[in-house]
């Protein structure tokens, strides 16, 4: 009986997801109320390859659109943040992840919770103004830890380091976010927290990680290693030259024999110019007694 029971629970399990809501792309997010849950049986509508590979065998929440539009919008992702723009794939890896777990989580209602349509002014990129639409407004919590693992990764990103928002793990998920409005119909409002919220199975990636394969183990790509510039723990730690005191290889008998050297020699050059001095003064004395006793002599 308890086997029958264990099999029963994981083909649920299988089948199943516990959603919040559900994206179809024609307008705001459905709200998964109830006992909805969504079977993750579209694969034979789905165009784009599975965006979200950790969640390709699993129950999601994930339908064709969503798996479609999330597939176009990571190429934009690796090019703000990944090496090919300039940037860290691993942090374009994280935020890739990031969406992958808000979307498709079959854990999504236990850290995503619907709020209420409403009617926002939201910035299109494409038309370059703002522009009035329907959405669907949902709160959101972010295990605290992750969010501050993964917003380390990118921290140091040119892209990220050049908007006000990117001072801070809550700005940065918040710019995120709005920035896809639009596209997703959604407004979420994110909030950080100590307990539960929002968890990666493994935690978001240091921005130092290799992955020889180009891959991580759930299938993301991840082409390059994070450089220097945009990836502080990849620096080559700082080498310090300890330089010798000032006493260092000074010999004191040394110094003493040379000073007294110095003395003796002083006291030589001294003593002989004197010496010198004195010669020098007495000569013209005894030439001139010598001429005066020629001259008396001559004249006699």
Request: with cysteine; proline share 5%; hydrophobic share 35%.
């Amino acid at each position: 009986m308890r086997l029958l029971l264990v099999l029963v629970f994981c083909i649920l399990e299988r089948v199943y997801s516990d959603c919040e809501i559900f994206s179809g792309g024609d307008g705001p997010p459905t709200h998964a109320t109830g006992e909805m849950r969504i079977p993750k049986d579209h694969t034979d509508e789905w165009v784009a390859p599975y965006a979200c590979p950790e969640f390709a065998d699993k129950p999601s929440c994930c339908g064709a659109w969503s798996n479609d539009a999330a597939f176009e919008n990571f190429q934009k992702i690796k090019t703000a943040f990944g090496n090919q723009g300039g940037g860290c794939d691993i942090c374009a890896a994280n935020i890739m992840r990031f969406f992958c777990y808000y979307a498709c989580s079959p854990d999504q209602s236990d850290w995503l919770k619907f709020w209420k349509y409403d009617q926002i002014e939201a910035w299109n990129d494409t038309s370059g103004k703002l522009v009035t639409m329907d959405v669907a407004r949902v709160n959101m919590t972010f295990n605290a830890q992750q969010a501050c693992d993964l917003f380390q990764s990118c921290s140091k990103i040119s892209f990220l380091t050049q908007i006000s928002a990117g001072g801070s793990a809550l700005g940065f998920f918040t710019f995120l976010f709005d920035r896809g409005v639009v596209e997703s119909w959604t407004k979420v409002d994110v909030k950080v927290v100590n307990q539960g919220g929002l968890q990666f199975v493994t935690p978001p990636y240091k921005c130092n990680q290799t992955f020889p394969e180009g891959r991580d183990e759930f299938g993301y790509e991840i082409p390059g290693t994070c450089p220097c510039n945009f990836c502080q723990d990849s620096c080559e730690p700082l080498t310090y030259v300890t330089y010798g005191s000032v006493s260092d290889g000074f010999s004191s008998g040394r110094v003493i024999l040379a000073y007294l050297f110095a003395v003796l020699l002083t006291i030589g050059v001294t003593f002989l110019r004197s010496f010198r001095k004195q010669r020098t003064e007495h000569a013209p004395r005894r030439n001139s007694g010598q001429r005066n006793l020629i001259e008396s002599s001559t004249t006699r």
